[in-house]
Structure formats: C-alpha cells, structure tokens
C-alpha cells in the first residue's frame, strides 16, 4: 500500500476533514496513515522517504473493504517534501504491480519537476507503470532479487460503441507511447529493442535490468550472504510469459 499519504503531515482534525466523503459512511475507522503510527510516520518524515506498495491510481477507492490511496497524497507529500528542504533527496520505495498510465505520468513529471533529486528504489517488484516510474530516478537502486515486468499498456476501458472504442484504443497508444519515451530516454533501451521486449509480458532480473540501464547499481541487504552472487539469478537477457 502507499504508506505516506498526506495525512502523515497533517493533524488528526485536519486528517477527519479530508478523509473522502464516500468513506466516511463506508468505513468511519480509515486512516490516511494506512496503519502508520506516529513513530512511524514521523521517521518518514524526518528520512524524507515514500513507499508505493499498491496498484498506481489517480483516484482513492474501495475494494473489498480496504482503503486504496490515489497517487494525490504521494504528489503532496513529494512537494511538500521539496518545499520544506529544497535540494536535499527524497527516497521512494516502490514494489508496485503497475497501474493506470496517466497516473503514472503524473507521478514521473512531479519527481522531475521538483528541486530535490528523487531516488527509486525497487524493494522486489516493479511492473508495468511501476517499472516506468522507477527508472525514472535520479538515482535507481534494486535490491537483488526485484523483477521488473515491461509490456503494452493494456487497461483501455473499451466500453461504448465503435467510435468510442476507437478513440479510447487511439489515446491508449498516445499515452503508451509516452511512457515507452520515459523508458527510452532513461535507460539504454533502443526503440526496436523495446518493441521486441512488449509483445509479450517480458520480466527481468537485476542483472538485465543493470546491463539495459534501468538500475544504477544493486543494494545488498545487510543481514544477506557475503557474496552478492548467491543472490543474483543467471543472466538471460529477460524472459516472455
């Protein structure tokens, strides 16, 4: 889930006033802080770090009872972040299963935007949206058993009639081709090699990752084997699944 939202910087007056309308009725206990305590939240703040750990969405919804955070309180607390101490790096966790494009979009233009560098770290998984929000850093750390997962962008709501259906299939492909730019522009990736690796789902380890230019270098946990190699899967330049 996404653990800093924008009630971590808030006071529980002001956490009761924007929790959304259309939760209050529905579950009167949810927490902007998604479980954090004080303590918790507090160290956040004082290591100025973020943590996505859900789909990526635009929009707070429910599903099945539990709470899931749009990417606005990730874009306040980033800016805030930026606004309180300029310059000084932000760090964003990410073990994401990738989510809608354009919130995606929305995030990446933020961290670019802001006068402190944001540093991506991908904990294990970083797929679809996440993978393209990750690369995105100003620095790309991975631990070294993360996966990343590239493919075509494929939640295009095709409801409606014809006309309909091909205008939406049409602003799928702008869009899809956005993000296939963020790739190509921040990692080594050419343009035919992409649209080779996005015909099927294609995941990677942190070998590829390292040689395609998505990570800048891999974090050994500090309890881990002595040698980094145990932890590494074999080069295989991908797979498709």
């Not at 995030?107 to 802001?114: A, F, N, S, V, Y």
């Not at 800048?216 to 330049?237: C, F, H, I, N, T």
């Given at each position: 889930?996404?653990?800093?939202?924008?009630?971590a910087?808030?006071?529980?007056?002001?956490?009761?006033?924007?929790?959304?309308?259309?939760?209050?009725?529905?579950?009167?206990q949810?927490?902007?802080?998604?479980?954090?305590?004080p303590?918790s939240?507090?160290?956040?703040?004082?290591?100025?770090?973020?943590?996505?750990?859900?789909?990526i969405?635009?929009?707070?919804?429910?599903e099945?009872?539990?709470?899931t955070?749009?990417?606005?309180?990730?874009?306040?607390?980033?800016?805030?972040?930026?606004?309180?101490?300029p310059?000084?790096?932000?760090?964003?966790y990410i073990?994401?299963?990738?989510?809608?494009?354009?919130?995606?979009?929305?995030?990446?233009?933020?961290?670019?935007?802001?006068?402190?560098?944001?540093?991506?770290?991908?904990?294990?998984?970083?797929?679809s949206?996440a993978?393209?929000?990750?690369?995105?850093?100003?620095?790309?750390?991975?631990?070294?058993?993360s996966?990343?997962?590239?493919?075509?962008?494929k939640?295009?709501g095709?409801?409606g009639?014809?006309?309909?259906?091909?205008?939406?299939?049409?602003?799928?492909?702008i869009?899809?081709?956005?993000?296939?730019?963020?790739?190509?522009n921040?990692?080594?990736?050419?343009?035919?090699?992409?649209?080779?690796?996005?015909?099927?789902?294609?995941?990677l380890?942190?070998?590829?990752?390292?040689?395609?230019?998505?990570?800048?270098s891999?974090?050994?946990?500090?309890?881990g084997?002595s040698?980094?190699?145990a932890?590494?899967?074999?080069?295989?330049?991908?797979?498709?699944?």
């Amino acid at each position: 889930m996404i653990l800093m939202m924008t009630g971590a910087i808030m006071s529980r007056k002001s956490q009761k006033q924007w929790q959304p309308a259309h939760i209050k009725g529905a579950n009167a206990q949810w927490d902007p802080l998604s479980g954090l305590g004080p303590f918790s939240a507090a160290w956040a703040l004082e290591h100025r770090a973020l943590f996505l750990t859900t789909k990526i969405k635009s929009e707070d919804t429910m599903e099945e009872d539990e709470m899931t955070p749009g990417i606005g309180g990730l874009i306040s607390v980033l800016r805030m972040l930026d606004a309180t101490d300029p310059g000084k790096p932000i760090t964003f966790y990410i073990n994401s299963p990738g989510g809608d494009i354009h919130a995606g979009l929305a995030l990446i233009q933020t961290m670019r935007d802001l006068r402190s560098p944001v540093h991506t770290f991908v904990l294990q998984h970083a797929a679809s949206m996440a993978a393209v929000v990750a690369v995105a850093g100003a620095k790309r750390l991975a631990f070294p058993t993360s996966r990343w997962l590239l493919h075509r962008g494929k939640d295009w709501g095709g409801e409606g009639d014809y006309e309909d259906i091909g205008i939406k299939a049409r602003e799928l492909r702008i869009v899809d081709k956005t993000a296939d730019r963020v790739l190509l522009n921040f990692t080594k990736i050419k343009e035919e090699q992409l649209e080779s690796m996005q015909r099927k789902d294609y995941w990677l380890g942190v070998r590829d990752a390292l040689r395609w230019g998505m990570i800048d270098s891999v974090v050994m946990p500090r309890q881990g084997p002595s040698e980094l190699k145990a932890w590494l899967p074999k080069p295989g330049g991908g797979s498709h699944e």
